[in-house]
């Protein structure tokens, strides 16, 4: 039994990094895309929380929420996306009763202060330039880039070029 403890504070800001079961690219298609959607609103109408960032790839996606005052339950409301998104697919259920969509866990990192929100928010948004999907990161269309764009976040033409700490990161 693994050991790891994961960090719950209330209205706490969290990185999460998901991903598809063996890394299939499924999160390509406009069902799936949308069944995304949907099970993010889903969830969000009775655990309620903020997306503050967002980029979904082929087989996995990152984002960062921020959860209310009260509340540090993030596990439940992975549990609950995941399952929500799973129940239509079309995957076989396996030995544990589970469809074999998402890896079993997922990666979350409590954001300590705001360079560690601002790292974290350029990581998601140069994602798709970085796994060489696009090369400016305001040209992949599954992502939050152009609201933060548009919300002054960033400056025009950011991107272009790789931010030097972009490397250092491995968040996959």
Avoid at 9 to 15: D, E, K, N, T
Avoid at 140 to 153: D, I, M, N, T, Y
Wanted: glycine content about 4%.
């Amino acid at each position: 039994m693994s050991q790891y403890r994961r960090v719950y504070q209330q209205g706490g800001s969290y990185f999460f990094t998901l991903v598809t079961y063996n890394r299939m690219p499924i999160l390509t298609t406009f069902e799936n895309l949308s069944r995304l959607d949907q099970s993010f609103k889903h969830v969000m109408m009775k655990h309620s929380f903020t997306v503050e960032a967002m980029v979904v790839l082929p087989d996995h996606l990152h984002c960062i929420w921020q959860l209310p005052p009260c509340d540090s339950d993030f596990s439940t409301r992975w549990r609950l996306i995941k399952r929500y998104f799973s129940i239509k697919t079309d995957k076989p259920v396996n030995e544990r009763g589970e469809k074999n969509v998402w890896q079993r866990r997922f990666w979350e990192h409590l954001l300590r202060d705001e360079e560690d929100w601002r790292r974290h928010m350029d990581y998601i948004h140069y994602n798709p330039v970085r796994h060489g999907y696009v090369q400016n990161p305001a040209v992949w269309p599954h992502s939050s880039f152009q609201k933060a764009l548009q919300e002054g976040l960033y400056p025009i033409g950011w991107g272009v070029k790789e931010p030097a700490f972009i490397a250092e990161m491995d968040k996959e």
